[in-house]
């Protein structure tokens, strides 16, 4: 049924061209049913459900979703499902997502509504997590297949998955090992059924044989699609973070609201100035607030002019920008102390056009509360009255513009509305701070500042500070007091093993942490062996979840052993080893990430408050959105919006932003791109209900949900 439908559709494209009729000749066709750009899923309470809604939620694409575990949710049934507005039939959900392949007591009358909706508008149904079995397509396992853990295993995208919905990927699919106590991923690995319109899009090697099963497949039967998926996942993990996108392309036949991309930036900190150095004998940083007053004796860590020319020939290297984020006062201490001599900044100076520079204030204060360093930790000094002492709006004035200037007559290529101020003070840290510096807000405004950064550890959530918007930044486990890798690991396992071991106990009274350890590593091979991995996929985790926060280090990770770039050598080839070059990673500046949130976030807000809706008929999509708020889609490359073309390439798609006057936004699909089914009579066959057999899951690990029939 399906076959014909499609060949339906290209013969009506095919005899448009021919004739040489307007594309929206076609599209006007009464027969054509819309299709609502909307997901419905139906969740069992899996993990696997909740990882496809997060993913929508990312990308800020709608859905409804019903969790079968509530009494009085609706009822999937036809009217559900479809009605007709202004005499035309419409399809309320464009994909279907359910926990398995039938989650529902057998003879179900909301399967069997589903299965005829699916059938009569083409509508496909992602199976989340499902068993192997004849009535998903596939074998069951127990025929020359496979059922237990895949932890560490690498799956392979096939030719068909490639020239499909999985084409951004070069191939590989890394499955994730990362304890060896802990079961990660549980998968069913089985060959297609005999005679079953199966077409494997993600295979694994079948232990103990030659052969592969699949993981994720396409299965057609009684004019309906399936996406088979046979494999447990959460929305962290890399392997569902890899295949995230095709799943989406895959259901929404590359039509529907929102976008992700994957991006990567990094801020270099007090770039001209030294960052203090952590004392392996005292356990605290000689010259910081971490240390008593007078306690040891500083040894402070500076970049060098060898060390920018390494900075410089890693860019060029690796395609990728660094953003210096700089405080001028370093260098004129370092010539003030030097008879005028400072061969960092004259190096810098001479390469400043290789990077991107960012104002970090002149001398590093600190822009909140005037602290009482006498204790530690630190504390915020009061008045007589108990109220707090705050630094003045004019002393910050004067770090933000003394900076600026300097930056300008140093020839640096700023952007003075961008702001990182020292250690993001001046902003609320807790307990400390509980609030921002009331005279943050006037000063930014004094100086133009419309984008301060923040630390995602602490402020996640984009926010107004006056007349600025916070972006907030994530830090890299990564020490700024460390300048060889014996200090890392010094200083790491101080702060995440327990006072028994000598450490500091932080985790002890902290048992949410999720870094400490079982026992001290090893100062020669902790940093290589535990913390860059560790760092590595925490990062590389951000990237692939879409997320353009940037993540901040500082200059002396990139003077004396240069810790920082076995981190982001290990982001950056890992990703590359793992996308084609038509998915690359988005290096933005600070301003141009906190525009990107704030039209996430605004566009979000309309959408979970009900206020966007999307329909497709034929090849024409209509959107309508509140004034104000932009409009974000993606869809087929060569879509065209008022005749001009559509977003910018990316992932085999395009995707972008269009502002919206609160009209109707009409976009065109191109004839060749997929189209909805014409409506048909669809007797709607009912769901299987065959026994399906069960393997054992180990114990921790999730397996789908069956039906009352298979147990």
């Known amino acids: ?56 939620d990312t990308a800020g694409t709608p859905y409804t979703k019903i969790d079968l575990t509530q009494s009085g949710r609706p009822v999937i049934d036809a ?60 074998q069951y396992p ?43 991923s549980y998968a069913y690995l089985a060959q297609p059924a005999p005679g079953a319109d199966f077409t494997p899009y993600v295979e694994a090697p079948i232990p103990g044989g030659s052969t592969s099963g699949s993981l994720v497949g396409e299965y057609r039967h009684d004019g309906r699609r399936e996406l088979v998926v046979t494999f447990v996942y959460n929305q962290y993990q890399e392997q569902f973070r890899l295949l995230a996108r095709g799943i989406v392309e895959w259901m929404t ?32 940083t000689p010259g910081d607030v971490d240390c008593p007053v007078g306690e040891g004796t500083p040894d402070p860590i500076r970049m060098t002019p060898a060390d920018v020319d390494y900075a410089t020939a890693w860019e060029q290297q690796h395609g990728f920008t660094l953003d210096l984020v700089y405080n001028g006062a370093g260098s004129v201490d370092q010539r003030s102390d030097d008879n005028g001599v400072d061969l960092l900044a004259d190096k810098l100076i001479a390469d400043r056009s290789k990077f991107r520079w960012v104002n970090h204030t002149y001398t590093h204060a600190f822009l909140g509360c005037q602290q009482d360093v006498t204790v530690v930790p630190w504390k915020c000094d009061t008045n007589a009255d108990g109220s707090t002492k705050w630094v003045s709006r004019q002393d910050i004035s004067d770090e933000i513009a003394l900076n600026r200037v300097w930056g300008q007559s140093a020839g640096l290529p700023l952007q003075n509305d961008e702001l990182v101020t020292g250690e993001h003070s001046g902003l609320r840290i807790s307990p400390q701070q509980p609030a921002d510096n009331p005279n943050l807000g006037p000063a930014l405004a004094d100086n133009g500042v419309t984008w301060i950064a923040s630390d995602n550890s602490r402020d996640p959530a984009q926010r107004q500070v006056g007349p600025a918007t916070t972006v907030s930044r994530y830090p890299m486990n990564v020490f700024y007091n460390a300048g060889h890798a014996s200090e890392q690991v010094d200083e790491y396992n101080w ?29 020669a091979t902790g940093y290589s062996g535990h913390i860059v991995p560790l760092e590595t996929r925490i990062a590389l985790g951000h990237v692939l979840a879409g997320d353009p926060k940037p993540h901040f280090i500082h200059q002396s990770n990139l003077a004396e052993d240069r810790l920082a770039y076995p981190v982001l050598n290990g982001v950056l080839d890992g990703y590359h080893a793992l996308f084609t070059d038509d998915a690359p990673l988005v290096n933005l500046r600070m301003k141009d990430i906190g525009v ?21 008929i034929g090849g ?43 009209q109707p936004l009409t976009l065109t699909v191109p004839s060749s791109a997929p189209a909805p089914a014409a409506v048909h009579g669809g007797a709607g066959h009912g769901p299987v209900t065959a026994p399906a057999p069960r393997t054992r899951v180990p114990s921790g690990v999730s397996r789908p949900a069956a039906g009352t029939t298979a147990s």
């Open 1 to 56: 049924m399906k076959r014909t439908i499609r060949t339906t559709a290209l013969t009506v494209g095919a005899l448009v061209a021919a004739l040489g009729l307007p594309a929206g000749a076609a599209h006007a066709d009464a027969t054509a049913p819309r299709v609502d750009l909307r997901t419905l899923i139906v969740s069992d309470g899996g993990p696997a459900t909740d990882a496809i809604a997060a993913e929508l």
């Open 79 to 138: 009217a559900f499902l479809a009605d007709t507005v202004d005499g035309r039939p419409r399809a309320k959900y464009q994909a279907v997502v359910l926990p398995n392949d039938n989650p529902f007591p057998a003879g179900s009358a909301e399967m069997t509504a589903l299965a005829s909706y699916e059938q009569t508008y083409g509508v496909p149904q992602v199976d989340a997590y499902t068993y192997a079995r004849p009535e998903a397509g596939l």
């Open 142 to 184: 127990t025929a020359g297949g496979y059922s237990g853990s895949i932890d560490g295993v690498q799956a392979e995208v096939t030719a068909a998955g490639k020239a499909g919905p999985f084409g951004y990927l070069k191939g590989a699919v890394p499955f994730e090992d990362n304890s060896p106590t802990v079961g990660e």
């Open 253 to 284: 036949g590359g039509v529907h609201l929102g976008a992700t991309r994957n991006y990567f930036a990094v801020h270099v900190d007090d770039v001209f100035a030294a960052d203090d150095r952590w004392d392996t004998q005292l356990n605290c």
């Open 495 to 523: 702060i995440y093993t327990s006072r028994a071991q000598g450490g500091s106990g932080i985790c002890e009274d902290n048992p949410a942490t999720t870094t400490c350890l079982p026992a001290p590593l090893d100062t």
């Open 596 to 616: 990107e949130l704030k039209r996430r976030a605004a566009w979000q807000t309309a959408v979970q408050a009900g206020q966007v809706s999307a329909y497709r």
């Open 620 to 662: 024409t999509v209509t959107v309508t959105a509140p004034s104000g708020v932009a409009v974000t889609a993606t869809l087929p490359a060569g879509t065209t919006l008022n005749g001009a073309a559509f977003g910018t390439p990316y992932a085999g798609a395009v995707s972008g932003w269009t502002p919206s006057a609160g």
